[in-house]
């Protein structure tokens, strides 16, 4: 079975630092896709970005991009010049290529704070 | 309206009632996902409905929870005989073509059973 590790609970950021989210995962599938979701208190889940397996190129977003390295299953998420609209929980999540249901997994998510 | 709306925002209930939590997709996706966050179990995938094929329940925790899907678009899922272990926030998402597409999230139901 598919799992999404996020090992840093908490992580902490100076208003126009950049700050790396960490984020590990365990598949046997070669294709599938990689999403950093972001959820500010008002629990809306927003898409921050998202990497095709097959693609070697990183994403990247504005502020945000990722390292994804395939074959030690890691993804992680930088964000640049943070700020303070950055404070979040952050959810790295999972999906199969196709099949029959491709549903989300979900890691346990970093809340990130902003200091001014 | 633009994105995936869920009602009601918040939902209290005396444990043993049964509830309805409604989810209204994105107009034109044909996928639609229903994910449970809550403390103890993080964020867990409940059911998932596409077009008119028969849903996959696989997610759902226990009998007391359903889910239907009417016309292929709104959606409502239903706790029988609510328990405590049932609080949670209920998240409801979808999809323009499942396999490929980003799936979009409505702001959830907060479920609170006392």
């Known amino acids: 079975a598919q799992t999404v590790t996020q090992s840093q609970p908490e992580m902490s950021v100076q208003e126009a630092e950049t700050v790396t989210l960490s984020c590990t995962y365990d598949t046997s599938e070669s294709d599938y896709y990689l999403f950093w979701y972001k959820q500010p208190p008002s629990r809306q889940m927003i898409l921050v970005i998202r990497q095709e397996a097959y693609k070697q190129q990183n994403a990247t977003e504005n502020r945000f991009s990722v390292n994804f390295q395939k074959a030690a299953k890691s993804f992680s998420l930088k964000i640049s010049d943070s700020q303070l609209g950055d404070a979040a929980m952050y959810f790295c999540a999972y999906r199969a290529y196709g099949g029959a249901t491709n549903k989300l997994i979900f890691g346990t998510g970093t809340l990130l704070a902003v200091q001014p | 309206g633009a994105g995936v709306s869920q009602s009601p925002s918040n939902k209290v209930t005396e444990k043993g009632k049964d509830v309805e939590l409604r989810c209204d997709p994105i107009?034109?996706?044909?996928?639609l996902y229903w994910y449970r966050q809550s403390l103890g179990q993080g964020l867990e995938f409940l059911i998932y409905f596409q077009g008119n094929s028969a849903p996959d329940k696989s997610g759902l925790p226990s009998d007391r929870f359903s889910a239907e899907r009417t016309g292929g678009s709104v959606s409502t899922l239903t706790i029988q005989r609510t328990q405590q272990e049932d609080s949670a926030v209920y998240l409801c998402?979808?999809?323009?073509?499942?396999?490929?597409?980003?799936?979009?999230f409505g702001p959830g139901t907060r479920l609170l059973v006392l």
């Open positions: 998402a979808s999809s323009s073509r499942p396999s490929q597409e980003t799936q979009y």
């Open positions: 107009s034109g996706h044909t996928a």
